[in-house]
């Protein structure tokens, strides 16, 4: 007994993190079936958490989920602590495929305040994503793809895509020197350029660069490379690997690009950032498609600097 009470105390002294922070060993449900929950603080400037032994079994993933959803809707032992889901916001069902799990919310999610509904967020990710299998987590509202507030598709969430931020710095801001690929004149040459972006800590540099390539360029002699319809699905990074999933209207061309060179914009683009090597596109995540009738989505594209015509600053 003395031992199972120096472990809890050990986990309780790791409850109250940041936002994001990780408590006491890890995210990984563990061989006692410890789990950590996340919860809002009362402020919603952060994420605090509790420890948690759960009691369905190992081996019935969907028991664990039902689980898990409840105690994110039941207030917890610390009443300063605010559960995510439960009072304002309901989830209606759930299913699952594979690694991922898509949550179905209610039509009060889209109510919430930007920086709480980001909190909401990370908090359903970080405890769900403990549950052995699930590594990503997908919400839709009454059955539509959730979207940012910029009207892009959230996509489906991995636990470190969100960005640890201290509790009262959600809303905090960073600036960032990217190093972006777009066209010439002719379409088809790419012209290098270097912006300067400030832009929320909530969101990946990966992602930051392909909304940024979607934006277009605003410097004379630059031209768009990527239909500015498209919508950013979701951007994940597996070793050394970026996976980009866009919507359908990035296959639809508008601009007098060849295929290359809006396939290596991208590309050449994520490879300037320091953990990224390759890239793979997929349409909706689908990546057996041809783009532009002349080149496979199946492949994993690497830099290509022969397309390169000249290095302009923006």
């Given at each position: 007994m003395d031992g199972i009470k120096k472990r809890v105390v050990c986990l309780l002294s790791c409850a109250l993190i940041l936002l994001l922070g990780v408590a006491c060993g890890g995210s990984d449900v563990s061989a006692e079936g410890y789990v950590t929950i996340y919860y809002l603080n009362n402020a919603e400037t952060g994420l605090v958490t509790q420890q948690y032994q759960t009691k369905a079994s190992q081996e019935n993933r969907n028991e664990q989920?039902?689980?898990?959803?409840?105690?994110?809707?039941?207030?917890?032992?610390?009443?300063?602590?605010?559960?995510?889901?439960?009072?304002?916001?309901?989830?209606?069902?759930?299913?699952?495929?594979?690694?991922?799990?898509?949550?179905?919310?209610?039509?009060?999610?889209?109510?919430?305040?930007?920086?709480?509904?980001?909190?909401?967020?990370?908090?359903?990710?970080?405890?769900?994503?403990?549950?052995?299998?699930?590594?990503?987590?997908?919400?839709l509202v009454r059955g539509e793809a959730l979207v940012d507030n910029l009207g892009n598709v959230v996509g489906a969430m991995t636990a470190d895509q969100f960005v640890d931020n201290e509790g009262d710095e959600i809303n905090s801001y960073e600036q960032a020197d990217l190093r972006l690929y777009f066209a010439d004149e002719t379409g088809t040459k790419l012209l290098a350029c270097n912006r300067n972006v400030r832009f929320?800590?909530?969101?990946?540099?990966?992602?930051?660069?392909?909304?940024?390539?979607?934006l277009g360029p605003s410097q004379d002699g630059f031209y768009p490379v990527i239909n500015p319809e498209t919508k950013v699905v979701n951007v994940t990074v597996k070793d050394g690997i970026c996976y980009v999933n866009l919507?359908?209207?990035?296959?639809?061309?508008?601009?007098?690009?060849?295929?290359?060179?809006?396939?290596?914009?991208?590309?050449?683009?994520?490879?300037?950032?320091?953990?990224?090597?390759?890239?793979?596109?997929?349409?909706?995540?689908?990546?057996?498609?041809?783009?532009?009738?002349?080149?496979?989505?199946?492949?994993?594209?690497?830099?290509?600097?022969?397309?390169?015509?000249?290095?302009?600053?923006?």
């Open positions: 989920i039902d689980e898990l959803i409840g105690q994110l809707g039941l207030i917890p032992d610390k009443l300063e602590y605010r559960p995510p889901i439960g009072n304002s916001v309901k989830i209606l069902s759930y299913h699952t495929e594979e690694n991922h799990i898509t949550l179905d919310f209610d039509e009060h999610y889209r109510e919430l305040p930007p920086t709480t509904e980001i909190l909401v967020r990370a908090a359903v990710v970080r405890t769900l994503t403990q549950i052995d299998g699930i590594t990503h987590v997908n919400f929320s800590s909530n969101i990946s540099m990966e992602k930051l660069v392909v909304e940024q390539l979607i919507t359908d209207s990035f296959l639809t061309q508008t601009n007098s690009v060849t295929p290359e060179i809006a396939i290596y914009s991208m590309v050449n683009s994520l490879v300037e950032l320091s953990n990224i090597n390759k890239v793979q596109i997929s349409v909706n995540g689908e990546t057996n498609l041809t783009y532009q009738e002349s080149i496979s989505l199946t492949n994993v594209f690497e830099r290509n600097l022969e397309l390169l015509y000249s290095n302009h600053e923006e």
